[in-house]
Nanobody
Framework: QVQLVESGGGLVQPGGSLRLSCAASGSTLKYYTIGWFRQAPGKEREGVSSLSTSDESTDYADSVKGRFTISRDSAKNTVYLQMNSLAPEDTAVYYC??????????????????WGQGTQVTVSS
């Protein structure tokens, strides 16, 4: 079993920045993939970014390329999502997810085995 806890969400003005954290605990493997997803009211959950620990490769949704950066601190077993130049369209609940036996980044929801509880990000003036 793997437990994921997101943190770092909050209220930020347009153009501002936030850093989300996803702390993993439990029976994590050496090699796994972490994905960040978000869900706005009335919309489907969409992939934002993904990182695979097998080769440290990453992927991003087109809507966040150049603004968001996913990274990892292996000593803390934590994955981060640095979000810059935030816009109201980024407002959503952000979730991290964990996938076993995945060697490449993926933003397909059904690839992930465990999910965190989510953290709210609100971008508003």
């Amino acid at each position: 079993q793997v437990q994921l806890v997101e943190s770092g969400g909050g209220l930020v003005q347009p153009g501002g920045s936030l850093r989300l954290s996803c702390a993993a605990s439990g029976s994590t493997l050496k090699y796994y993939t972490i994905g960040w997803f978000r869900q706005a009211p009335g919309k489907e959950r969409e992939g934002v970014s993904s990182l695979s620990t097998s080769d440290e490769s990453t992927d991003y949704a087109d809507s966040v390329k150049g603004r968001f950066t996913i990274s990892r601190d292996s000593a803390k077993n934590t994955v981060y999502l640095q979000m810059n130049s935030l816009a109201p369209e980024d407002t959503a609940v952000y979730y991290c997810a964990y996938a076993d036996w995945i060697t490449k980044p993926t933003m397909k929801r059904d690839s992930y085995d465990y999910w965190g509880q989510g953290t709210q990000v609100t971008v508003s003036s």
